[in-house]
């Protein structure tokens, strides 16, 4: 079956604008999680939802990031005012959860984003 | 929070060899330790996980142990092969969330 999808792959922009990025969760997977990869490090955890509930934020670093989940699929991360330090990749990963035990996450590829 | 802390950060082996990677976490709520592998340009992909009420699990050529008391676990690799070069990620999740609070990655590589 399809995997995570995400999109684009790559985004370079320039500092202070705006960028969204797609997260296509695998079909059934009622959690979804945002992490950011910079070089040479491990993953950060952004932001997860969970079915209807409310998202857990507590990784976004600033207001400047902000992140919606449509439809209980599909999510959308956006970046406001892009800066130097955003330039990382960022994974979307999605999972089924149940009963609050933790289950297997599956990773998207990935989308590379350069902050010029 | 829960800290995860990997080491080595680097480790080569001969081809045949067997590899450790050794993770610490801090949190002693945490449940589920799953291991990743990431392969250049790719998403981290899971090759073995454990869950606290085990201390031991094995799939092939790939085992992870798990010492609760002293808070660690390891990935063991035995007769390595070229294609296990990658970089490894240690996990930990407390569970009532599933988040994962993940280690900085070992880079492997494998010598022919």
């Known amino acids: 079956g399809a995997g995570v999808s995400q999109s684009p792959s790559n985004k370079v922009t320039e500092k202070g604008k705006d960028v969204e990025l797609r997260c296509d969760p695998i079909s059934g997977h009622t959690a979804l999680y945002w992490y950011r990869q910079s070089l040479g490090q491990g993953l950060e955890f952004l932001i997860y939802f969970q079915g209807n509930s409310a998202p857990d934020k507590s990784g976004l670093p600033s207001d400047r990031f902000s992140a919606e989940r449509t439809g209980g699929s599909v999510s959308t991360l956006t970046i406001q005012r892009t800066q130097q330090e955003d330039s990382a990749v960022y994974l979307c990963?999605?999972?089924?959860?149940?009963?609050?035990?933790?289950?297997?996450?599956?990773f998207g590829p990935g989308t590379r984003l350069t902050v010029l | 929070g829960e800290n995860v802390e990997q080491h080595p950060s680097t480790l080569s082996v001969q081809e045949g060899d067997s590899a450790v990677i050794k993770c610490t976490y801090s949190d002693s709520a945490s449940n589920y330790f799953p291991w990743y592998k990431q392969e250049l340009g790719k998403g981290p992909q899971l090759i073995i996980d454990?869950?606290?009420?085990?201390g031991e699990k094995k799939d092939q050529r790939i085992a992870v142990t798990l010492n609760k008391t002293a808070k660690h676990f390891s990935l063991h690799i035995t007769e390595t092969q070229p294609e296990d070069s990658a970089v490894y990620f240690c996990a930990a999740s407390p569970g009532g969330n599933n988040r994962l609070a993940f280690g900085k990655g070992n880079q492997v590589v494998v010598i022919p």
């Open positions: 454990i869950r606290s009420n085990v």
């Open positions: 990963a999605s999972s089924l959860v149940a009963s609050g035990r933790a289950h297997e996450q599956f």
